[in-house]
């Protein structure tokens, strides 16, 4: 599907409605730390107390237990062990340099974003082709979004774009889709979440539970973005070539929107079409 054929819509006087965006956890993009049963834990730490500072051995304990304490939400206590990692040395810390920076830097970024940039640029800096490299990005536009700063996030989240084989591709496509409606470029917003809703190709494929979760608030928040730009008579064909089987839907939340701005004659030709469409 061309974006230029499905973005023929002529600009109406209506005012988008705004709401938070869906937010995907690590686990969900597959980057989240993964807890340990209770004997690994007993056994990684005699281990660990046999070990020396520097023994490759010692840094894949250190690693494990810091995931661990971090999946059990024991902040603190994994901050110290990723931190204790890294000031291991010699090289053997390389092989999970990026995965402790990382997850390092997501315990501080609120604490301390100061101390979390300065791990994410260490990882970019001394590990350019790590598989959490657009992780990061995405970490940075996360950050700029919660703070209100649509421009400077969406330029991390159109990073990520770069990697399209990443399971954060299509998610920071969608917050992109966030940005550029929060700057009021309404058709840019479309074009983004339209994206988010056609064949995969080379893009990594998300698990079917986010994949579902990302693939329904794209369409939601892309009848929002219409609003501003579409004319209720070309919503019916603009929805159907989105996504055929979703359009009846989308097409029903569309003329809410309109009922809510006090636009009954759109709702009332919006909720026509709708009825039309086979269930």
């Known amino acids: 599907m061309r974006l230029a054929l ?5 600009c109406a006087p209506a005012v988008a409605e705004s709401a938070d965006p869906l937010r995907l956890s690590p686990d969900e993009l597959g980057v989240g730390p993964k807890p340990l049963k209770p004997l690994q834990v007993l056994r990684h730490k005699a281990k660990l107390r046999r070990t020396r500072r520097g023994d490759p051995v ?4 250190l690693l494990d237990l810091a995931q661990h304490a971090q999946a059990r939400g024991r902040r603190d206590e994994a901050a110290g062990l990723y931190q204790q990692l890294l000031d291991e040395p010699g090289d053997a810390r390389r092989v999970v340099l990026d995965a402790a920076c990382f997850q390092l830097a997501r315990l501080t970024m609120g604490k301390n974003p100061a ?10 800096k001394e590990l350019p082709t790590s598989p959490y490299i657009p992780f990061v990005y995405l970490l940075f536009g996360e950050h700029y979004l919660d703070k209100g700063e649509h421009d400077s996030a969406e330029r991390f989240f159109e990073k990520v774009a770069a990697y399209p084989e990443s399971p954060a591709a299509a998610y920071a496509g969608y917050l992109r889709g966030w940005c550029q409606a929060g700057q009021g470029k309404h058709q840019q917003a479309l074009a983004s979440f339209l994206r988010c809703l056609q064949p995969m190709g080379r893009r990594a494929v998300l698990a079917a539970k986010p994949g579902r979760k990302l693939r329904a608030a794209a369409r939601s928040a892309m009848v929002q973005s219409y609003v501003p730009v579409g ?16 359009a009846r839907a989308m097409l029903g939340e569309l003329a809410e929107i309109y009922d809510r701005a006090g636009r009954a004659a759109a709702a009332k030709r919006v909720r026509a079409d709708a ?3 086979t269930p």
Not at 116 to 122: T, Y
């Open 58 to 61: 010692r840094v894949g304990l």
């Open 6 to 10: 499905v973005l023929l819509l002529l």
């Open 115 to 124: 101390a979390a940039r300065a791990l994410l640029l260490r990882l970019v």
């Open 231 to 246: 004319r209720p008579d070309r919503a019916r064909p603009f929805f159907e070539r989105v996504d055929r089987e979703a």
């Open 275 to 277: 009825q039309s469409l």
